[in-house]
C-alpha cells in the first residue's frame, strides 16, 4: 500500500526525469545547431580571391573552425546513438560534417566546399528534427496524472 505522499514523491520523480530528458534534448540540440553555424563561418572565412597573406591567414582560421564544427557533429553522431536513435539517424547528423570537412580537406582550393554547405545546412535540419523525434530514453518511467475523485475510497 503507498501512502499519498509516496505517490506525490514518484510523481515529483517522474516529472524530473522528464526535465532532465527534454534538457538533454536541448543541449544535444544547441550542440547541433552550433557546429552548423560553425561549418557555415568556417567556410565563409576560406573563400578569398587574391591570395594575400591576410587572406590565407583568414582560411587558415576558416579551416580551423570547419574543422572544430565536424568533430562536433561527429560527438552528436555518438551522443545521438547513446541516446537510442537508430543508426541512420546517427549518420544523417554526420554528414554535414563528412561533407563540407571532408570536401574541404580534399578539394579545399575549389568553392566545392563552399558550395556544399548549401546541402549541409537542410541535412542538419533533417538529422536534428528526426533524432529529436526518434531519441528515448534509457530508462522511461510514465508520468500519470490522477484526478481527484468527488466521492471517497475510505469505505
Same mark, same amino acid.
Given at each position: 500500500?503507498? /501512502?499519498?505522499?509516496?505517490? *506525490?514523491?514518484?510523481?515529483? &520523480?517522474?516529472?524530473?526525469?522528464?526535465?532532465?530528458?527534454? $534538457?538533454? &534534448?536541448?543541449?544535444?540540440?544547441?550542440?547541433?545547431?552550433?557546429? /552548423?553555424?560553425?561549418? $557555415?563561418?568556417?567556410? #565563409?572565412?576560406?573563400? #578569398?580571391?587574391?591570395? /594575400?597573406?591576410?587572406?590565407?591567414? *583568414?582560411? %587558415?582560421?576558416?579551416?580551423?573552425?570547419?574543422?572544430?564544427?565536424?568533430? $562536433?557533429? +561527429?560527438?552528436?553522431?555518438?551522443?545521438? %546513438?547513446?541516446?537510442?536513435?537508430? &543508426?541512420?539517424?546517427?549518420?544523417?547528423?554526420?554528414?554535414?560534417?563528412?561533407?563540407? $570537412?571532408? &570536401?574541404?580537406? +580534399?578539394?579545399?582550393? /575549389?568553392?566545392?566546399? *563552399? @558550395?556544399? #554547405?548549401?546541402?549541409?545546412?537542410?541535412?542538419?535540419?533533417?538529422? @536534428?528534427?528526426?533524432?529529436?523525434?526518434?531519441?528515448?530514453?534509457?530508462?522511461?518511467?510514465?508520468?500519470?496524472?490522477? %484526478?481527484?475523485?468527488?466521492?471517497?475510497? *475510505?469505505?
Amino acid at each position: 500500500m503507498t /501512502t499519498q505522499s509516496g505517490k *506525490e514523491a514518484e510523481s515529483a &520523480l517522474g516529472v524530473g526525469a522528464v526535465l532532465a530528458w527534454a $534538457g538533454i &534534448l536541448v543541449l544535444w540540440s544547441a550542440l547541433v545547431v552550433s557546429c /552548423t553555424v560553425l561549418l $557555415g563561418r568556417g567556410a #565563409y572565412m576560406t573563400v #578569398y580571391f587574391a591570395a /594575400t597573406g591576410e587572406a590565407l591567414a *583568414e582560411a %587558415r582560421t576558416g579551416n580551423l573552425l570547419i574543422l572544430v564544427g565536424s568533430l $562536433g557533429l +561527429f560527438i552528436a553522431a555518438v551522443w545521438a %546513438r547513446l541516446m537510442r536513435v537508430p &543508426l541512420w539517424a546517427c549518420i544523417l547528423v554526420a554528414v554535414p560534417a563528412a561533407l563540407v $570537412g571532408g &570536401l574541404s580537406l +580534399f578539394a579545399g582550393a /575549389t568553392l566545392i566546399p *563552399e @558550395l556544399s #554547405y548549401l546541402l549541409a545546412v537542410p541535412i542538419a535540419a533533417a538529422a @536534428l528534427i528526426s533524432v529529436l523525434i526518434l531519441a528515448r530514453p534509457i530508462r522511461r518511467n510514465p508520468v500519470t496524472i490522477e %484526478r481527484a475523485s468527488s466521492r471517497s475510497d *475510505e469505505a
